[in-house]
Nanobody, 126 residues
Framework: VQLQASGGGLVQAGGSLNLTCAAS????????IGWFRQAPGKEREGVSC????????YYKESVKGRFAISSDNAKNTVYLQMNSLKPEDTAVYYC????????????????????WGQGTLVTVSS
C-alpha cells in the first residue's frame, strides 16, 4: 500500500499550489482520501476529505472557498487545489486513506486512518 503525496513547494502569499495524492496497493474506490497538515509545533489537523462512494467532501473552515478537493478514480489520484494561499497555510501536508465512508467528525478528529502517506512541504511566504 502506498500513498504518494507531491506538489508542495515555496509560494508567495496569494499564490496557488496543486497537491497530488497517488494511491496504489488497495481498491481506491472503496476508500475515502483525506488531506491533513501539520505546522511546526502544532497538532496535525484535517484540511479536506473526499468520499469515493458518494462524492461528499469536507473542508476545514479556514480553507473553504480557497481549497478544492477532487478525485480521479481512473488514476487512483486525489488532488488538492490550493488558491489564495496564506502564510498560515504553511505546513507539511499528508494524505491518508480510510476504508469506507469517512464521517465528518471521524475525519476531523483523525479517527479511522488506515493508511498514511508521506508528507509534502508547503511554505507560503508573506
Amino acid at each position: 500500500v502506498q500513498l504518494q503525496a507531491s506538489g508542495g513547494g515555496l509560494v508567495q502569499a496569494g499564490g496557488s499550489l496543486n497537491l497530488t495524492c497517488a494511491a496504489s496497493g488497495f481498491t481506491f474506490d472503496d476508500y475515502a482520501i483525506g488531506w491533513f497538515r501539520q505546522a511546526p509545533g502544532k497538532e496535525r489537523e484535517g484540511v479536506s476529505c473526499v468520499n469515493s462512494n458518494d462524492g461528499t467532501s469536507y473542508y476545514k473552515e479556514s480553507v473553504k472557498g480557497r481549497f478544492a478537493i477532487s478525485s480521479d478514480n481512473a488514476k487512483n489520484t486525489v488532488y488538492l487545489q490550493m488558491n489564495s494561499l496564506k502564510p498560515e497555510d504553511t505546513a507539511v501536508y499528508y494524505c491518508a486513506a480510510h476504508q469506507g465512508r469517512w464521517g465528518y467528525r471521524d475525519y476531523f478528529w483523525r479517527r479511522g486512518v488506515d493508511y498514511w502517506g508521506q508528507g509534502t512541504l508547503v511554505t507560503v511566504s508573506s
